[in-house]
Structure formats: C-alpha cells, structure tokens
C-alpha cells in the first residue's frame, strides 16, 4: 500500500504528462513490445521515439 506521500508525488509527477491512447490490430501489441524491449527501450520510449524522429524529419519540432 503506497503512503500519502507516495500518492501525492505520484499525482505531481502525472500532472507534468499527457495521456494518449491508441489502437492496433490484435497480436500486433505484444509484437511492438517485444521489438522496443529488443531495442532496449520501453514501449512508451520506443514510440515517443519514433514520433520524435519523424517529427524532426518534417521540420514539426
């Protein structure tokens, strides 16, 4: 059971993040998981990464 302290650190450090949601088609998740955590990286890391990327490549930064 997490303290008050906890919680409450908790709820500073997720008002600081967006939260976004998206969808794939069934099986293809655990596939993209297994590819970042090849890479090293965290499915959250490893998209985020990606869009960054592009993001640069277009000059949207």
Do not use: W
């Not at 500073?12 to 655990?30: S, W």
């Not at 869009?51 to 277009?58: G, L, N, R, V, Y």
């Amino acid at each position: 059971m997490a303290t008050k302290a906890q919680l409450e650190g908790n709820k500073r450090y997720q008002a600081k993040l967006d939260r976004g949601v998206f969808y794939v088609p069934k099986g293809d998740l655990e596939k993209i998981k297994a590819h970042a955590q090849k890479k090293g990286m965290s499915l959250n890391a490893y998209i985020v990464g990606l869009i960054e990327e592009d993001m640069k490549a277009t000059g949207d930064t």
